[in-house]
């Protein structure tokens, strides 16, 4: 269901600089530990998160720099990279790879004495869209040998997550609690419910009071109102941005499937013509033959070739 972003005063969450506001500042900082602690199901809980600028992963040979929505670590000096794609990008599996690598090679330290005993990283990508022909909602990768859970190495951590693929009515519904909390990001991107009544699905919902307050504290950070007039000005003009980039999508993929219908409509009339004047050729080459033409002639008149007259 399309929603109508910010009509009823919700902040959307996908925006790269409401994503950014709601998990990535020091203010969220209790938004995003909350998120992580519900995704990961951790043994010992994150407390502690430091955020790192992008640049603490230097650029490539090209000069290319290394830029995600959020990069942060823990106070076991574990990595998190969080991005969040609202577009498919051919890439994208790659990228997370590539980019994961080169934060583990940063963790590097020079001489004899260290033993690569570098921390895990986690790479966590948001999508507003789906990757696989039989999509679920939560894909989790590690270093193992295929068919087998002999794991190679945890030290690389990716985790996909498909949003599309929550199509609850209800956070009921939900099965997990990183799901419940990805069904209220999604909730406030469709703007089709205000704050007040997410609100009530989370305290009749019976949730532990540590988990209500985590989906609280996003709900009130995603209060328009409670924006300066700084911060809504700029949440308006990348909301704006997103809503046109969105529109520009829409329309190549609606531009792509009516040149590919019409391309295939078009394919469809040249090959049922061809199949009819098939099937009147061979029509005739059995009238022929049963009125004792030799196969030559009756391949020069129907253009079917000695063998398929044989088989007739």
């Known amino acids: 269901m399309k929603g109508t972003e910010n009509s009823n005063g919700i902040m959307n969450p996908f925006v790269d600089w409401s994503f950014k506001y709601l998990f990535g500042t020091e203010r969220s900082k209790k938004n995003l530990i909350g998120f992580l602690n519900l995704l990961l199901d951790l043994e010992n809980p994150i407390i502690e998160l430091k955020y790192l600028n992008n640049e603490s992963i230097p650029l490539d040979k090209d000069g290319r720099e290394c830029i995600f929505d959020i990069l942060c670590e823990d106070e076991k000096g574990e990595k998190y990279l969080i991005e969040v794609q609202n577009a498919s990008i051919g890439y994208m599996q790659n990228r997370m790879i590539y980019y994961a690598c080169r934060l583990i090679d940063k963790m590097g330290e020079q001489g004899r004495d260290w033993k690569y005993d570098f921390k895990k990283v986690y790479s966590i990508c948001l999508m507003n869209f789906t990757y696989e022909k039989d999509p679920v909602l939560r894909r989790d990768f590690l270093l193992c040998e295929p068919g087998t859970d002999n794991i190679l190495s945890d030290k690389l951590n990716f985790i996909m997550l498909q949003l599309p693929c929550i199509d609850k009515d209800d956070i009921e519904e939900c099965n ?137």
Not at 234 to 247: G, H
Not at 260 to 278: A, F, P, R, T, V
Not at 289 to 303: A, L, M, P, Q, V
């Open 176 to 312: 997990y609690f990183y799901e419940k909390l990805l069904y209220l990001l999604v909730k406030m991107k469709e703007g089709m419910k205000t704050i007040e009544e997410l609100k009530k699905e989370i305290y009749e919902h019976g949730l532990t009071d540590h988990i209500r307050e985590v989906f609280l504290g996003v709900l009130e950070d995603a209060d328009v109102a409670s924006l300066s007039p700084k911060e809504r000005a700029i949440y308006d003009e990348r909301l704006k941005r997103y809503r046109d980039n969105r529109a520009c999508l829409d329309y190549a993929i609606e531009k792509g499937v009516r040149d590919g219908l019409k391309q295939g409509i078009e394919k469809g009339i040249e090959q049922g013509i061809e199949q009819g004047k098939n099937i009147k050729s061979v029509e005739i080459a059995r009238n022929m033959k049963i009125k004792g033409y030799s196969f030559k002639d009756i391949s020069e008149c129907t253009n079917l070739s000695i063998e398929e007259i044989n088989n007739l």
